[in-house]
């Protein structure tokens, strides 16, 4: 697994990852999770007192490169997203078509 880009926000981290075939989404997910809390509970020992057990949610969302959405709007999305998540929304970004149909059913109402 290589890592192309990460982005941290305040409540979330956007990563660009390189996943060979043989590896699940959900493993390298996994790995990663699991890496970094180690690194921050390592770093800052303090944190385990608020986490209550767990750094991270159990959940995450994935979303692959093809169908419509290259490497370069993934790129330019992570490298850009403190300035762009105020006027668009991921959906919006990586999904224009269903983003297109819900404004669509906004504006009929």
């Known amino acids: 697994m290589e890592m192309l880009a990460i ?8 990563l660009y990852v390189e ?10 997910v996994g790995k990663f999770k699991n ?8 770093r800052y020992p303090h944190l385990r007192r608020y986490l209550l057990g767990a ?5 995450y969302f994935a979303r692959t490169i093809g169908e419509g959405v ?3 709007t993934v790129l330019k999305y992570i ?4 300035e762009h998540a105020a006027r668009v929304s991921a959906q919006a970004e990586f999904f224009p078509k269903v983003a297109a149909g819900k404004r669509r059913a906004r504006n009929k109402t």
């Open 19 to 28: 996943i060979p075939p043989q590896q699940s989404v959900g493993s390298a």
């Open 7 to 14: 982005e941290v926000a305040e409540d979330h981290v956007h």
């Open 70 to 72: 290259t490497a370069e």
């Open 55 to 59: 750094v991270w949610s159990p959940s």
């Open 35 to 42: 890496l970094s809390a180690r690194f921050l509970t390592q």
């Open 79 to 82: 490298e850009t997203h403190d």
